[in-house]
DNA sequence: ATGAAAGCGCTAACAA
DNA sequence: TTGTTAGCGCTTTCAT
């Protein structure tokens, strides 16, 4: 009777029950592959598990990220996986309070007490990463290395500066903040940075971009100024380009395994989500997990490929001429 | 008073009033950069008239899309935007009789008459496009050309053969089945259909692959077979890889601006869904545009970029040895 | 003007 | 077992 065309209404459901099976996905951009990869990661693991996922590109501005967080807050998603775009802690901690999980990618929020505040991490390892590759540009007899970044108001830009730093101190080079730039972590910011920078008295002579956009950006400021990567400039930077390296295996990198920071994020969140269920909804028998559940912080590892951009010779054959 | 922490439940507005203010997507995969950029421009223009977006992944497999698409009828998403995953037009048919809205994008779907179902397309420009990229091997002096495709069942797919037949036949030059073939859209795919061709008797001397993951699938092939491209083994594709192709101009390519084809997508599904409410809530008064509104077919220009893998020499200075 | 009530489509608790 | 009912949080209508 009722095969003659029945769609159940899952809002009706969610508005009686205590859950809309959405999770909530704020990334700065989906076209930088590396939050591509993690949206596909987080989509697939929550689809395995029943979830939906709703998309937000908060182009890492605050007021945008709010803006999305009181949308998803008003769908009642079950919970939030959140690029944080700020410094500031709050947001994220009301949320938590008020609106339910969160789990946190790519980056933490400096000052949050995420354990406490029982938020979820998962993130890359940035700082020391980002100085074995200022280390490994030393190794190539640079001394005028150059920090092209991102907002200093995300954690991943305040890490990979700092791993820069130490990588400089370490090797008994002095740090020179003429030679530190920050902007956004895009295309645009990356080129004109690096053309500020390649317009110095003595130029450095190599780079390090802090994300795959910023170092696009940064070969376009090189093409720009007619110089050749590496023999006039040495680059190394964070993030593969998926598939690009395999047939193009330029440029050095710091690789972080995104699809699987999405999922794992996935999986946190969706842990979270059912002990918090099974909290509200006081269920009277059965697993009795009712302790209040720290907040976990996973650093998943982040691998070194040395290619052609840091000055190292081409491991490949190379198929390109 | 209700300053201390009131967020209204957009589950239960959306409950009684008739919109969820949210649109469906499904792709194929969004870690296909088209899909990536396409994903971005629909977000942005729901974004901007306050609409969210739930993000699907089919892989094109019908299974997948299929489920997806009860998921979101389930949540009675005011629109669909759809990367048909199959021949069969059914399911895109009952979509807009039961559930409302929608606008394939990409690619239409076979026999299906999306005029007359009020369903709108917004897609490439493939037939043509695939039969000028196909058309200049030829003018490089190619005579056994390939093709390295995706599945029959999409409309994309078969365009690009159609376009490749094409222009081989108005060269003069024989179509031979052995020389076609068909996969997924996918890297791994390519990379196999590719070498099976790369070992037959006469080897083809030029492979048209038509989308990009194929492409690369196809340089990986060549890799794998010691093949240098472009000289032992021309190519050419479509859709380019955002930034990439600004640093490393090496593959040529029918290039299709996704990030509108998304936008473009956002207003017709958004204005149908206007007509479409304003027709279920017998507006008194106002614009009273009553027609049926028939599908619209929007056929975006896809550019060639002739690079250097199918022969030409590189337009730029090359920052690269 | 402000206030009360019905109902959106479900689920869960209860009654028969 | 099957049937009825209250209520999730809103919006809209109707009465005050």
Known sequence: MRELNYVPNALAQSLKGRSTRTLGLVVGDV??????????GLEDAATAAGYSVILCNSD?????????????????????????SQTDPQPVL??????????????PVAGLDFHAAGI???????????EKLVEHLISHGHKRIAIVNGPP???????????????LTVAGLKV?????????????????TTLELLAKKPAPTAIFATNNQLALGAMLAARDR??????????VTFEDI??????????????????????????????????????????????????????RELVLDTELRLRRSCGCASASGGIFP
């Open 60 to 84: 890492d501005d605050p007021k945008k990220e709010k803006a999305y967080l009181e949308i998803l807050a008003r769908r009642r998603v079950d919970g939030l996986v959140l690029t944080p």
């Open 176 to 192: 020179d903040k003429r030679l530190e730039r920050e902007g956004q972590f895009s295309v645009e910011s990356g080129r004109e």
């Open 94 to 107: 009301d949320w938590a309070r008020q609106s339910g999980p969160v789990c946190l990618v790519d980056r």
């Open 153 to 167: 108001t995300l954690a991943t830009a305040v890490d990979r500066l700092n791993g820069y730093r130490r990588a």
């Open 31 to 40: 076209s930088n592959p590396f939050f591509t990869l993690l949206a596909r």
């Open 120 to 130: 979820d991490v998962v993130r890359g390892e940035s700082l020391l990463a980002a």
């Open 226 to 235: 007619g110089l050749r990567i590496p023999d006039d400039l040495a680059l």
């Open 242 to 295: 998926p598939h690009v390296a395999d047939v193009w295996p330029f440029i050095s990198v710091a690789a972080q395994a995104a699809a699987s920071m999405g999922q794992e994020a996935g999986r946190f969140i969706l842990e979270r989500i059912q002990r918090h269920g099974a909290h509200h909804a006081q269920l009277k028998g059965g697993g009795a997990k009712d302790e209040p559940l720290h907040g």
